[in-house]
């Protein structure tokens, strides 16, 4: 019919890539003929296959030689049908411990942490090393290296492991990757297209009631050859604001991003390209820089180091403006594609016209690739509640949702296509919220971003920790209310890729303008690039906003633009840049 409308003869044929890939959620007894028949309904509803996923509910043994027979059955389906499918590389999430089978191998390698330890509370703490006593107001305290204990039935009554020591991801990979290597490895590249690894992290701060920091087992002496510098001799000012606390925190949180990148996505991400699979995924905690340093250290480095990065955007409420843009950022800079596992947590009302709306936000972001969440292969008894919607028959619109599916796929390949129209480049502030970072700060969770209404709403909320967080967050969404595209430029990133080229060149992208917001610290690669940027493009190609910071030098200080604030700097932008959004 829309054809004979418009007039169009040959419409090309939609790619099984760019179509939507549910998280196909097996969580009950599989069997073959029921598994053929969901594959049958997704692919009938416009979807692409899924992600074959693990969940809470599951009957078959995770794993098993019958877990390995009903994947390796739903390959000769996909193939039979000329689809593919995508593996999930754990049981349930988050990803790393290979549902309990990391720590029955190896039991040392048990999730870590430094801890600021009360004296009353030294008995709940399997300690491995105890560095120092202090005493800070009137409390008397224990810092030490602790494991986490058994007991969290997440992780089958045990717990998570430690993925800043590279022997973990090795294990892991034996456990997981390649079992699945020796069950399907013929179908990989091909119907199986790669795997999905879900809220890695380097902690999980639950373990440890107290105040704490990840850390590991080797951690002080490669901190000591990396930085120069004893961190036994400055412990305590990862913990309180003392001492040279900034510069210690700074460079304790850039250790620990690197080591965490080197022990676990690169060679996870090497084993994926040498096995033929892209690796996607994403990480824990994406959605605020005051998240990051305690769980991933930062998330946008390791995305330079995956096949697809990707994010989840939870609920129906286009937000988190911030989680898009540093994804969409790196992905567009490197030439990769951008996975978002979208739609969990919005209630099994949401429906087509939900679920395009949602997803025309992300695409308009920069995602091409759309993963919902989820097709429950049981809803029986608790299964039904496990963070709806469910992307089913059992929804009365599934049968219509062809063309809402069918639209998606086009937008994701349209935006594949093509190259993001912008020359702004937001210098990310994440250094200098390291450098601020202590687990013992507050934050605030009803504290407010701009708003047309009152530009300083929040501002006598905000904490230590979201002073950086707070303007940045401000000038983002100010930027796109103005319809300025833009991307973050990551320091690491930067060091690693960036270089002058008529502009800042990072990747396939040249930026002309440069935004420095609030920040208390930058990275001496990036005032090269700044100074470069300034000696050939002019003072106004640079705009802090705000007095730069001292570690700025003079020459540069005296050769930028300086605002006093975020609705200056988009307002200066504004009269330089085309408007393509």
């Not at 994804?327 to 030439?335: H, P």
């Not at 009152?454 to 000038?475: C, H, S, V, Y």
């Amino acid at each position: 019919m829309l054809n004979n409308i418009i007039g169009v003869t040959n419409v090309k044929a939609i790619s099984n890539d760019y179509k939507p890939a549910v998280f196909w959620s097996f969580n009950d007894s599989l069997g073959k003929s029921e598994l053929s028949r969901q594959l049958k309904e997704l692919l009938k509803a416009g979807c692409s296959g899924g992600f074959l996923h693990s969940r809470v509910g599951l009957v078959t043994e995770y794993l098993s030689e019958e877990w390995m027979d009903a994947v390796k059955y739903c390959c000769e389906e996909a193939h039979k049908h000329n689809t593919s499918l995508w593996l999930y590389d754990e049981d349930r999430f988050p990803s790393g411990y290979a549902g309990g089978a990391v720590l029955n191998e190896d039991d040392s390698l048990r999730a870590k942490a430094l801890c600021l330890i009360e004296e009353k509370q030294l008995k709940e703490f399997d300690i491995i090393k105890e560095y120092k006593e202090v005493i800070r107001g009137g409390k008397h305290y224990f810092i030490a290296l602790c494991n986490a204990k058994d007991g969290n039935p997440n992780f089958e009554g045990k717990c998570y492991v430690d993925l800043l020591n590279p022997k973990t991801t090795k294990v892991f990979i034996e456990q997981t990757h390649e079992k699945y290597l020796a069950a399907v490895g013929a179908y990989f590249g091909k119907e199986i297209k790669g795997i999905f690894s879900d809220e890695f992290c380097y902690t999980q701060k639950a373990a440890f009631p107290c105040f704490s920091v990840p850390f590991t087992n080797d951690l002080e002496k490669a901190f000591e050859e990396k930085n120069g510098y004893d961190l036994i001799d400055c412990m305590e000012s990862l913990f309180f604001d003392e001492g040279e606390y900034h510069k210690i925190r700074r460079d304790f949180y850039e250790f620990l991003l690197n080591r965490f990148i080197d022990s676990f996505t690169k060679p996870y991400n090497e084993w994926c390209n040498k096995n033929g699979l892209i690796f996607t995924g994403h990480l824990l905690h994406e959605d605020f820089l005051t998240t990051q340093p305690e769980w991933t250290g930062a998330v946008m480095p390791h995305y330079a180091h995956m096949g697809m990065p990707g994010i989840d955007k939870l609920g129906s409420d286009p937000e988190y403006l911030l989680t898009v843009k540093q994804l969409t950022s790196v992905a567009e800079q490197m030439g990769k594609r951008s996975l978002c596992e979208a739609f969990a947590c919005s209630g099994h009302q949401f429906g087509p016209g939900e679920i395009k709306r949602v997803a025309d936000w992300l695409c308009v972001l920069g995602i091409n690739f759309i993963n919902p969440h989820l097709t429950l292969y049981s809803a029986r008894g608790e299964r039904k509640r496990d963070y709806p919607p469910d992307f089913s028959w059992r929804q009365p619109w599934f049968k219509v949702s062809e063309d809402c599916f069918n639209h998606i796929a086009r937008v994701c390949e349209i935006m594949d296509s093509g190259k993001a129209n912008t020359d702004v480049l937001v210098i990310h502030p994440i250094m200098s919220v390291w450098a601020e970072y202590s687990p013992m700060h507050k934050t605030n969770p009803t504290f407010s971003i701009w708003s047309p209404v009152n530009e300083n709403a929040g501002q006598n909320f905000i904490t230590e920790t979201e002073k950086f967080q707070k303007p940045f967050l401000d000038l983002s969404n100010r930027l796109l209310a103005d319809g300025i595209n833009y991307h973050y430029g990551d320091e690491i990133i930067l060091r690693d890729y960036g270089k002058y080229k008529n502009g800042i060149a990072v990747g396939r992208f040249i930026y002309k303008n440069i935004i420095v917001p609030p920040v208390s610290i930058l990275s001496k690669s990036t005032l090269m690039l700044l100074s470069r940027m300034t000696e050939q493009n002019g003072r106004d190609s640079v705009i802090f906003i705000g007095e730069p910071p001292s570690c700025v030098p003079e020459e540069l200080r005296n050769n930028v633009t300086v605002v006093d604030n975020v609705s200056e700097a988009v307002a200066l932008l504004g009269k330089k840049v085309n408007r393509p959004i």
